[in-house]
């Protein structure tokens, strides 16, 4: 039986930590989450019926400012999952020294089964239940796993009409056309492309010719796969939750999306050959992307990833147990709070530009946001010479160290 993801960020910190001097307390006060919120809230189905939904909000930290984390639709959604991926945010922010704690939420459904408007019903009575935390200053919301641009917009309207004004800095990942910033729908997966490049040049690897596997072909692997393969890398595997396909010839990502925007899957894409997700993560490549949901990359099956890189798209993808096993087997891996932080980066540009309602160009969104992912990559990977450790220990080791210091600073109430 697999860890909780609360169990693995727990361990990760855990080892983590025993590398630092925190004052007596400190390391256990960041080990649990500061605020918690679950709430159990009817919807009105279109059959006239009302169906209970439960929800969850956390907040892992506010010492250095605002929490901030996405929002997620999965029928798998659990509290213990909110915590991880809420913790996993205040080091994510702390890594590339964004103004913000951690926080995450996630409601337990099934949106495909949902009809539009139940979903928007469910958004606005979720949004509503949980505004008692939501603020600009104090708890901003984000489009994660299953929600969307539209659905941060009903978060926004909502919100707004509680307060009786326009508030747009409340969420980020919102239409353009509502005060949502250029280039967020593509931030996340733009930042693994540059992490992945920044990690070959660390490995002296050529990008021109390497062979991609992205796990997770959604906003993420997406993105991430048509980018690298803009700038030379060869994309030989992609799936999604139904199943994938691989050529190692190449895949060409653009006519990958077209295929499954018109049928929905990829498994049956003709220019290549059906592969499921556990033979997707041991194909013949030099990077994996994990891309789709934590827990992918186990005990189980770290002994059979053929990459030599692994770049973590999603929040999660390799368990403590299978990095030992990959750290034995020389793979190295980009963890996911500095390889998937351009999500969050892009949302804190949109937060500013709304707070200031000063907009700026797409060009100058992609040249700011490569800049902090280069600049954090590298302030990781010098953290990693100097200790003498993996990327995934140093990254902790910086984000730990500067929420502690920001307590300290701050000191203990009362």
Not at 105 to 111: A, E, Q
Not at 354 to 377: G, K, P, V
Request: charged letters at 20%; proline letters at 6%; hydrophobic letters at 40%.
């Amino acid at each position: 039986m697999h860890p909780s993801p609360y169990q693995m960020a727990l361990a990760q910190y855990d080892r983590a930590v025993k590398s630092l001097s925190l004052k007596r307390g400190i390391d256990e006060f960041l080990r649990v989450p500061q605020r918690e919120l679950t709430v159990n809230f009817p919807v009105r189905m279109d059959d006239g019926g009302v169906r209970i939904f439960t929800g969850h909000r956390v907040h892992h930290s506010m010492a250095r400012g605002p929490t901030k984390g996405g929002i997620r639709y999965h029928p798998a959604v659990t509290l213990d999952e909110v915590r991880a991926l809420a913790m996993w945010m205040t080091w994510k922010c702390a890594v590339m020294n964004l103004p913000y704690g951690g926080a995450k939420g996630g409601v337990v459904c099934d949106p495909k089964q949902l009809s539009p408007r139940e979903l928007e019903n469910l958004t606005r009575r979720y949004a509503t239940e949980i505004s008692p935390l939501m603020s600009p200053e104090g708890d901003i919301p984000a489009p994660d796993v299953n929600t969307t641009p539209q659905i941060m917009a009903w978060i926004m309207d909502t919100y707004s009409m509680h307060r009786g004004h326009r508030v747009p800095a409340v969420v980020t990942g919102k239409p353009v056309g509502v005060g949502g910033s250029l280039g967020r729908v593509e931030a996340t997966g733009r930042g693994v492309m540059v992490a992945t490049r920044e990690a070959l040049a660390r490995l002296r690897r050529p990008l021109n010719g390497a062979r991609v596997a992205v796990q997770g072909f959604g906003n993420v692997g997406r993105v991430a796969a048509a980018l690298l393969h803009d700038i030379g890398a060869r994309i030989v595997a992609a799936s999604d939750s139904t199943g994938g396909t691989s050529n190692p010839r190449g895949l060409d990502p653009s006519r990958l999306r077209h295929h499954k925007e018109e049928s929905g899957r990829l498994v049956d894409y003709p220019g290549g050959e059906p592969i499921d997700n556990a033979a997707l993560l041991a194909t013949d490549c030099d990077i994996l992307i994990p891309a789709a949901l934590e827990q992918q990359i186990t005990a189980a099956n770290a002994e059979q990833i053929r990459a030599r890189l692994i770049v973590e798209g999603a929040n999660g993808p390799v368990t403590p147990e299978a990095d030992a096993i990959l750290a034995a087997r020389d793979v190295a891996v980009v963890p996911d709070i500095l390889a998937n932080a351009g999500g969050v980066v892009v949302s804190y540009f949109e937060w500013v530009q709304d707070l200031q309602s000063f907009f700026w160009t797409e060009e100058e969104i992609n040249q700011r946001l490569e800049r902090l992912m280069i600049r954090a990559f590298r302030e990781v990977a010098a953290a990693a010479d100097d200790r003498g450790t993996d990327l995934r220990t140093a990254a902790l080791l910086r984000a730990i160290e500067l929420v502690a210091d920001a307590i300290m600073i701050l000191g203990i109430y009362p």
